[in-house]
């Protein structure tokens, strides 16, 4: 069974910085891409960053390019997504997810912005 669990979210002040982690079990993680969605209040669920496989290639959201940053420890199934410059509209639900034969999501770990 596939289990994605985030941690490392929380309160902190607009400029400040967070790590968010995404513990991997269940499945070949080295195997596949990794991705974190967030989802603020009222709005959509939307793609944050992915990182592939063996972490060659990483993808961010325009919103979040050159602020958050996507990496993996194969070695330690393990997910992360360093956030800084954090702004009130990064405010929301941060959700690891991956696609293997179905879609599986954890259970998210809130990240609230503000002053």
């Known amino acids: 069974q596939v289990q994605l669990v985030e941690s490392g979210g929380g309160l902190v002040q607009p400029g400040g910085a967070l790590r968010l982690s995404c513990a991997a079990v269940?499945?070949?993680?080295?195997?596949?891409?990794m991705n974190w969605y967030r989802q603020a209040p009222r709005k959509e669920r939307e793609l944050v960053a992915f990182?592939?496989?063996?972490?060659?290639?990483?993808n961010y959201a325009d919103s979040v390019k050159g602020r958050f940053t996507i990496s993996r420890d194969n070695t330690k199934n393990t997910v992360y997504l360093q956030m800084n410059n954090l702004k009130l509209e990064d405010t929301a639900v941060y959700y690891c997810?991956?696609?293997?034969?179905?879609?599986?999501w954890g259970k998210g770990t809130l990240v609230t912005v503000s002053s």
């Open positions: 997810n991956v696609v293997t034969s179905r879609n599986w």
């Open positions: 269940g499945f070949s993680f080295s195997n596949y891409r």
């Open positions: 990182i592939t496989s063996a972490g060659s290639n990483t």
